[in-house]
Structures are given as C-alpha cells and as structure tokens.
C-alpha cells in the first residue's frame, strides 16, 4: 500500500482549506476589531446609565423631602406676627376691625343679595 497518493490528497486539502480561508482572515480580525469597539462602547453606556438611575434616585429622593416640608409649613399655624400689632394698641380702646378686601366676584354677589331682598325675591 502505497501513502503517497493519500499524503498528496491530505496535504492538497490541507492547502485548499488554507487558501480559502486566508481571504476571511482580515474581515475576520475586522469584525472582532469591531466587536471589541461597540462591547468598549456598550460598557461605557451602561456605566452612564447607572449614573444617571442614580442621579434620578437622588432627584426623586430630593423632590419628597421638599414636597414633605412643603406640606408641614403649610400645616403649621401662621406665625404670631398679629400679636405685636395687638400689643401695639392700648388696652383701653376697642376699635372695630376692618372688612377684608372683597373680590369683584365677592363684590357681584353681594349686588345680586341685595338686588333680591329689595323685590322680594326668595322670600315666602
């Protein structure tokens, strides 16, 4: 039996196989060029990302604490800046208090009372 015909089969094989793919080398090396880009690229954006989940955990804890001292100082009673005036009055003297100011739909509401008790509007 004879290797020689079945060594130059192998070996014409082994260079068929060889000089097929020696051109998809270098698009080879250029596509895990480029895989090695976008996964650098991919790391990058997901560190931002937990960057900013962070910053909006922070914002989001920042808005409740402003949001529950908002609510409390408005639950608080007004401060005690009417008593100095009254302090300021003698003790003696009692003086009427001044309406508030009206608005103008305060002010028409009015007319419009004042217009029915005149014609008997409402009354039995």
Known sequence: MSFKPLFSMIL??????????????????????????VSGERDSLKAQLEQANGKVATLTQQLADANAKAAAAAAAPAPAAAEPEAAKKPAGKHTAA??????PAQVKEAKTIEKKAHTGAGHF
Request: positive net charge; glycine residues 4%; aromatic residues 0%.
């Open 98 to 103: 001044k309406p508030a100011p009206r608005t």
């Open 12 to 37: 014409a094989g082994t260079l068929l196989v060889t000089a097929a793919c020696d051109p998809s080398k270098p698009e080879l090396d250029k596509t895990k060029a480029e895989l090695t880009t």
